[in-house]
């Protein structure tokens, strides 16, 4: 027969061991979330920008021209992404999405800085982001996103500033 004081001890290390584990694992949690979150906002990035081109292509002027045949409709499509003197289409009625939660956030933080250099780890940390590599990883890709529309620019490298 085991002493009560033994399987007492037992019981005990067992709860701190499962305490432990819950810390760890609850912090595993908000990690998966925050980068499922980044992939979810970077998805609709992409339907969004694969619509955009749909719409390029299906439109007369994006056919390929008499003067060069061996242009494909990819090619067509390259030549009609917005640039900073272009205006973006707009989405048809019904159709508008507003961005991202995280984009939101790092476009107000943008306005907040000013005229600053800042990396991405630093703009993760001032949304009280977690620093771990996901986490930065969604920020930057974020902050690509927002260069190539010329919301943001990049001011060296890994260096952005605010457009």
Same mark, same amino acid.
């Given at each position: 027969?085991?002493?009560?004081?033994?399987?007492?001890?037992? $019981?005990?290390?067992?709860?701190?061991?499962?305490?432990?584990?819950?810390?760890?694992?609850?912090?595993?949690?908000?990690?998966?979330?925050?980068?499922?979150?980044?992939?979810?906002?970077?998805?609709?990035?992409?339907?969004?920008?694969?619509?955009?081109?749909?719409?390029?292509?299906?439109?007369?002027?994006?056919?390929?021209?008499? *003067?060069?045949?061996?242009?494909?409709?990819?090619?067509?499509?390259?030549?009609?992404?917005?640039?900073?003197?272009?205006?973006?289409?707009?989405?048809?009625?019904?159709? *508008?999405?507003?961005?991202?939660?995280?984009?939101?956030? $790092?476009?107000?933080?943008?306005?907040?800085?000013?005229?600053?250099?800042?990396?991405?780890?630093?703009?993760?940390?001032?949304?009280?982001?977690?620093?771990?590599?996901?986490? $930065?990883?969604?920020?930057?890709?974020?902050?690509?996103?927002?260069?190539?529309?010329?919301?943001?620019?990049?001011?060296?490298?890994?260096?952005?500033?605010?457009?």
């Amino acid at each position: 027969m085991v002493p009560a004081s033994r399987s007492t001890r037992g $019981i005990e290390v067992t709860a701190e061991s499962l305490q432990a584990d819950l810390g760890r694992l609850e912090l595993q949690r908000r990690a998966l979330e925050r980068e499922l979150a980044a992939v979810v906002a970077h998805l609709d990035t992409v339907q969004r920008a694969l619509g955009a081109l749909e719409v390029a292509m299906a439109s007369p002027s994006a056919a390929p021209s008499s *003067e060069d045949g061996a242009e494909t409709a990819g090619g067509a499509a390259r030549r009609r992404v917005p640039g900073p003197a272009q205006a973006a289409p707009r989405p048809r009625a019904g159709t *508008e999405r507003s961005y991202g939660r995280l984009t939101e956030q $790092i476009l107000e933080y943008f306005a907040q800085v000013g005229d600053a250099d800042v990396r991405a780890r630093d703009v993760a940390v001032a949304l009280g982001r977690a620093t771990d590599s996901g986490s $930065i990883n969604a920020v930057r890709s974020t902050l690509d996103r927002l260069v190539g529309t010329s919301r943001v620019r990049r001011s060296g490298r890994g260096l952005y500033r605010a457009g």
